[in-house]
């Protein structure tokens, strides 16, 4: 069975979720099918990605058909309310897991979920709700990381790490294993994080969208 379905943003995050949408091989049970994009931006209103079209703003959910969704929105606070917003709206929002991406026996992946192309996560982890796993990033077993987190690309966190919601984790960041990061922590890029992180540093509201 084939499901249409619409992505919430056209920007870079966008393109390289429907690039993931489109690299599933088919299924003739089970086939996720991306029509186009929601996006709020005017600048965007008839541009074409992947021979994609954006539709129209979110306010025109209700009107394109569609048989699922996914939110490709990099801001965690604001992928946070959209997705909190559709699922109250008995949206089914999907995940996107790109095909060369490794995924251990006993993964749980929430909904809204994106893993990126080269991507492993091993045996026993869990992603919450809207978590970005970006490419060439690692999740060793047993990890355990929030709704809402972005982990970037080539960021490797070690056995038993906990993560908490909406954490940002930047590129080639290290988190050793059994650390445990605070809700809406920022850890730099390249850092090696050998203690736990249990003070949320500032984080910025969610732009108007």
């Known amino acids: 069975m084939t499901h249409t379905i619409l992505i919430i943003g056209a920007g870079g995050h966008g393109q390289v979720v ?29 541009n074409h990605f992947f021979n994609l079209p954006i539709l129209g ?47 251990g026996t006993g993964v749980t992946v929430g909904a809204g979920a994106v893993i990126g192309p080269g991507a492993v996560v091993n ?31 080539g960021a490797h966190l070690c056995a038993h790490a906990t993560v908490g919601s909406g954490v940002f984790i930047g590129a080639g960041a290290i988190i050793t294993p059994w650390r445990q990061i605070g809700p809406w922590s920022v850890v730099p890029a390249g850092s090696i994080v050998v203690h736990d992180l249990h003070s949320a540093p500032a984080y910025l509201p969610a732009p108007a969208w």
């Open 123 to 153: 045996t026993g982890a869990g992603l919450g709700r809207g978590v970005i796993v970006n490419s060439h990033s690692t999740i060793d077993h047993h990890v355990r990381i929030g709704d809402f987190a972005h982990i970037s690309p």
């Open 18 to 46: 429907a690039d993931i949408l489109l690299a599933q091989p088919g299924r003739p049970e089970y086939t996720l099918r991306p029509i186009g994009f929601l996006d709020e931006s005017s600048d965007r209103r008839g």
């Open 57 to 103: 703003s979110l306010r025109d959910l209700a009107i394109v058909p569609h048989d699922g969704v996914i939110v490709a929105v990099e801001h965690n606070l604001l992928r946070r309310q959209i997705i909190d917003r559709l699922l109250s709206q008995g949206e089914w929002v999907v995940p996107a897991i790109h095909p060369s991406a490794l995924i």
